[in-house]
Structure formats: structure tokens, C-alpha cells
């Protein structure tokens, strides 16, 4: 573990009153609910003083769409689609996460070429989702020209997904098992490009932002949260590593075979925004590498697990099978049977150990569903980061942090 | 990354010093998972927290389940804790009765419980003693009924074509 700095040695502000302030110069503040900054539906009310801000009330839940409430009510397959609501910046991640949550539960065997090939999803869309929270940073401290370029790439990445899945944005890709198809050798060619590409357009991003004086003037200390304080917090993912603490669930407790992979963890050391920026940039580069290590020694094999009480049938055995029809029908309705038992299983996702926890008691839709959402767990440290600073480091503070309402919300 | 203890170890450990509170211990897919007593829960996650050994410091959830059929254990709380020290997770559970289902708050240890709780409130209506703010969070403030519970249907309770009486269950 890295070192880090002591609670103590952080000169946070003590905010009071200042003598200059005459009764009646408190202002109240609404950021959000809606307000470009905010990046979604969050409202803050904020104390200030001048720039200054006091004190902040959060309210949430404005995207509320009760997801564990209604996966009580869904067959497993059919709770795929939920999950891509959660951090939309990064579905695929949390499809796969439910993926193999419930082949922990069930206790299927998934072939090597399956746990690849789900590497290279996932970190495609750890990369959309960095690429998308960092370049808005950089559109809240006013350099719009990173965002623009690089919505670019991000397009890249998603017609990838459109290739294996057919979808953009919420994907439901994959499926209990494995994959719809194998990849498509437009996939490959697709993904080649982009590998070949997109460094040297990422590089161009980076010399955009990282060293200039402007963009570090403004970052550097803006929201800052302590190791301690955010361990306190729950925080986990790069806002976590922003503050000194290598806590990475790709290999604390490797999943889909990332053991079988060399990357590095980047870490922080003042959790501020410029850190985390920097976190993000980072990891970028380290999914780049995994996904090209996982391209490289992608083993041969089915992108399918053989289990078809849980995997789709083609649809021409379907018509001509006696027991995969059979199968179709029970997998359809709902009607497989499935282990009783409960199982955590997390995931690193977009923003950090993405969990589910999933108790069964055997019928068609899971008895309880609990989803471990870093960003509603860590949002509630964001008063505390926040207070004593200006209103405009608030808002770099909220779109570092990567709040996404779906995520947030449930 | 393996784990530097084994379930048995911990449970063994946990056993010695908090014996009668400990009600039962289990290990579904290698979790280990103990049912403590609603009252020694506080105790037992601040005592994890600083036991030199355990060093079990992170909360990663905390969550309630309803299980109505369970005559004065109708409410469950479950807590999932995480050493990173040691890489080693582990699953606590405390059942309450439906008449007064109240917990020790865990704010005081974990700032991260704060809104957890809060959100287990407003959807069981689960009551944390100790609590700073146990207010509503993702619901509306008028809610006269916690959704998660069993009884709260999510659609129309007459629908019948997805009833598992039908499917043999």
C-alpha cells in the first residue's frame, strides 16, 4: 500500500462566519436539481457566504425507478436490462457483473475464451466511462475542446458494443453463460483500429489538460478528501485510489480471469480533483494494455458455456429440437430451476466495487436483490468535501467524483 | 489475492469473545456468514474493526430483507465486511421482530452507514437507534408504506399469469 497522508496533516478550512459578514449577507443556494453542472438530477442546497460555501443539504432520489423492487418480479435473465440502468456511462460492466453473479450462484463452469472476451468488454467501457468523466472535467473548468475531440472515441467504443450486441447505451450484452455470438471479424478489425488509434488521440487529450497551468490551478485541491475519510466513507474506486489507497477489486479478488493479466493500479495522494483526473488518465492507458494483452493471447474455445438450462438455444434447434425447445420455453418463462442459496459477488466497475448481493430461494425471480452502488454510498461525503470551498470548485468536485444518477438513484 | 484467514479461524476467534451473542454460523459459497444477536451487532463491528487480527475496517453494504412468514424474525439485516488487510469478507445478520424492528446505528463507526440505513428505513422501515437523520431518502417525503417490504405488491395483486402455483411451485 502506498503511503499516504495523515488525516491530520490536511489543512482543512474551518468555516464560520467571517467578521465582515453582516446578518443577511447567507445566502441560499439551489445547485440543481436540474443545472447543466450537475451532470444529472441532484439538488444541493448550499449555504454561502460570498463564493463561499458553508454548508450543503443533498436531496436525491429524484431518478428513483425502484430496480431491487422490481427484480423481485424478473425471471434472472430478464434483470440484465436493469442493471444497464444503474451507471449508464459503463452498462457493459454491470451487465457482466449480474452475469456471473448468478453463475456463482448457479455454478457454472465459463469457458476461458468467455472470461476474455468479457475483459475486453469491460475495460472498453471502463474506458468510455473515464473518458467521459474526465473530459467533462475538463468542460467545467472551461476547455471544451478535450470533450468534443473525444466524444469522438467514445463513439468508436460504442460502435464496438453495437457490433457485439447491437446496442449503444444500455447494452444488456452478454448473457447468462457467455455471449450471444462469437466476436465478428468486423469486431476485430473494428477493435484494431481503435487500439491503433486511439493512444495517440488519448496522448493529444493529455497534453490538453495535464500539465497546463490553468487546468492544474484550478483542479489542485478542489475538493480534497483524506485516505481515512474516505475508507470512513466507503469509497472505493478511482476516487478512493485518488487518495493513496490501492483498493482494486480486479485483484483483491480477481474475477473473469484478470489475475491471468499485467496492469498496474495508479494511486493518488491528495484525493482532490487533480488526482482524481490524474487516477482516471491512468487507468485509461492500464485498460489499453489489458485489453491488448486479452486480444493478444485470447484462447480458442466456445464463447458459450454449456449450460442449457440457462443459455438461449439457437433459434433453428429451437424449431426442430424436441429439448431445445423445451429448454427455449423454460428459459423464456422463467421456470429453470434455480439453486436456493445467497452470494455477493463485486466487480470493479466504472466507479469502483460494484456489488450484488442475491438471495434465492429457489423461485423463478430472486427472493432479494441488493445492489452495492459506490456512487450513493461516496456522494454523501460530498458536503463534506465541499464545505469552505467555492461554488465553482463544487461543481469540478461533483464531476470528478463521477455521480451518475442511475447509479445514484437506483 | 487469497485470503490470509481461513472462515473457521474467524468464526472460531469471533466465538471466543463474543460466545452467546453468536447465534449461528454458516458458509454459503465459502462466505462466511454468522447470526448475531440484534443487540451485540454494534459491538461486534466496532470490536472487528479494532481487533489486530481481524482488522475487518471497510463496510461494503448493508441491507434489509423481509421475510414475513418468520414469526419474530420477520426482519433481517444483513452487513457485508471486507478486510482488506487480510482480503477477507465476511456476511453478519441480526433478525428482528415485525412489532419493533430496531438496530443499533452504525454512523458512529462508518460515516459510509449514514445513508445505507437511511435507505434501509425507507424501504422496510427498519428503525436505527442512534441515527443522526433516519429520514427518507430515494422516496417521498408523504410515503405512508416502506415498498420493499413483501406485502407491497409491485403490480397488480390480481394479475395471476406469473403466480408460481401455476408452475408447480
Redesign the interface.
Known amino acids: 500500500m502506498s503511503t499516504f497522508k495523515e488525516d491530520s496533516a490536511y489543512d482543512m478550512p474551518r468555516v464560520g462566519l467571517s467578521n465582515e459578514t453582516i446578518d443577511g449577507d447567507i445566502a441560499t443556494l439551489n445547485l440543481g436539481p436540474t443545472h447543466p453542472a450537475t451532470h444529472g438530477i441532484f439538488q444541493n442546497i448550499l449555504q454561502v457566504d460570498g463564493e463561499k460555501i458553508l454548508s450543503s443539504e443533498q436531496t ?2 429524484y431518478i ?1 425507478r ?1 430496480f ?3 427484480a ?2 424478473r425471471p434472472y435473465n430478464q434483470i440484465t436490462p436493469i442493471t444497464d440502468r444503474l451507471n449508464y456511462c459503463s452498462s457493459p460492466i454491470n451487465n457482466m457483473g449480474w452475469h456471473m453473479t448468478v453463475e ?2 448457479i455454478g457454472a463452469d465459463i469457458p476461458k475464451r468467455v472470461q476474455y472476451m468479457r475483459v475486453i468488454v469491460m475495460e472498453l467501457a471502463r474506458i468510455a466511462d473515464h473518458l467521459i468523466c474526465n473530459s467533462v472535467i475538463g468542460v467545467d473548468t472551461g476547455a471544451l475542446t478535450g470533450f468534443t475531440y473525444l466524444f469522438q472515441e467514445r463513439e468508436k467504443i460504442y460502435e464496438l458494443y453495437e457490433e457485439i450486441c447491437g446496442a449503444r447505451l444500455t447494452t444488456n450484452v452478454g448473457r447468462i453463460g457467455g455471449f450471444e455470438r462469437d466476436f465478428s471479424p468486423e469486431f476485430h478489425r473494428k477493435l484494431n483500429d481503435f487500439l491503433r488509434t486511439f493512444p495517440k488521440i488519448f496522448n493529444e487529450f493529455n497534453s490538453l489538460l495535464s500539465r497546463n497551468r490553468i487546468f492544474m490551478d484550478r483542479t489542485r485541491g478542489a475538493g480534497p478528501i483524506s485516505a481515512e ?1 474516505a ?4 469509497f472505493v474506486g478511482p476516487n478512493l485510489r485518488a487518495a493513496g489507497v490501492d ?1 482494486d477489486v480486479r ?4 474475477y473473469s480471469s484478470y489475475e491471468d493479466f499485467d496492469f498496474a493500479i495508479p494511486v493518488g495522494t491528495d484525493g482532490d480533483t487533480y488526482d482524481r483526473f490524474m487516477v482516471r488518465q491512468e487507468e485509461i492507458r492500464q485498460s489499453l494494455n489489458i485489453i491488448e494483452q486479452a486480444w493478444k493471447n485470447m484462447p480458442e474455445g466456445s464463447y458459450k458455456a454449456d449450460i442449457p438450462e440457462f443459455y438461449l438455444p439457437p433459434k433453428e434447434e429451437v424449431y426442430n429440437n424436441m429439448e431445445a425447445l423445451i429448454y427455449h420455453f423454460k428459459i423464456v ?1 422463467g ?1 429453470t430451476p434455480i439453486p436456493a ?4 459477488h ?1 466487480v470493479e466497475g466504472g466507479n469502483g ?1 460494484l ?1 450484488f ?1 442475491l ?1 434465492s430461494d ?3 425471480s430472486p ?2 436483490l ?1 445492489f ?1 452502488r459506490p456512487c ?6 460530498y458536503p463534506e468535501m465541499i464545505i469552505g470551498q467555492t461554488i465553482s470548485d463544487a461543481v469540478l468536485t461533483m464531476s470528478s467524483m463521477n455521480v451518475i444518477a442511475g447509479e445514484l ?2 | ?1 487469497e485470503s490470509k484467514l481461513t472462515n473457521e479461524a474467524v468464526a472460531e476467534r469471533i466465538k471466543a469473545q463474543f460466545g452467546a451473542s453468536v447465534l449461528a454460523v454458516e458458509m ?2 465459502d ?1 462466511l ?1 454468522m447470526e448475531i444477536a440484534a443487540e451485540s451487532v454494534h459491538d461486534v463491528i466496532a470490536w472487528m474493526k479494532t481487533d489486530s487480527v481481524l482488522e475487518i ?5 448493508l ?1 434489509g ?2 421475510y414475513p412468514n418468520d414469526k419474530n424474525r420477520e426482519f433481517a439485516m ?1 452487513y ?1 465486511l471486507h478486510s ?1 488487510s487480510n ?1 477477507f ?1 465476511i ?1 453478519l445478520k441480526a433478525f428482528l421482530p415485525a412489532e419493533n424492528p430496531t438496530i443499533a446505528t452504525l454512523t458512529d463507526l ?3 452507514a ?3 440505513e437511511r ?1 434501509t428505513y425507507d ?1 422496510f422501515g427498519i428503525q436505527f437507534e442512534g441515527h443522526p437523520n433516519l429520514v427518507r ?3 417521498e417525503d408523504s410515503m405512508d408504506y416502506f ?2 417490504r413483501k406485502e407491497f405488491h ?2 397488480d395483486a390480481t394479475r395471476e399469469d ?1 403466480d ?1 402455483r401455476y ?1 408447480g ?1
Open positions: 436525491v432520489g428513483h425502484a431491487e423492487k422490481l423481485e418480479r456463482k450462484l475519510r475508507l470512513n466513507y466507503g483498493y485483484v483483491m479478488n480477481p418463462m421456470e442459496g445467497e452470494v455477493y463485486s466495487e456489488g448481493y438471495i429457489g423461485g423463478r427472493y432479494r441488493q452495492r450513493f454510498i461516496y456522494y454523501q461525503a438513484d437506483a | 489475492m454459503p459459497y462466505m456468514t475496517g471497510f463496510l461494503t453494504l441491507g430483507v423481509h444483513v457485508h482488506w482480503n469478507r456476511r462508518y460515516d459510509g449514514n445513508w445505507m435507505e424501504f431518502i430515494l422516496n415498498p420493499m409491485l403490480e406469473k408460481d408452475f411451485r
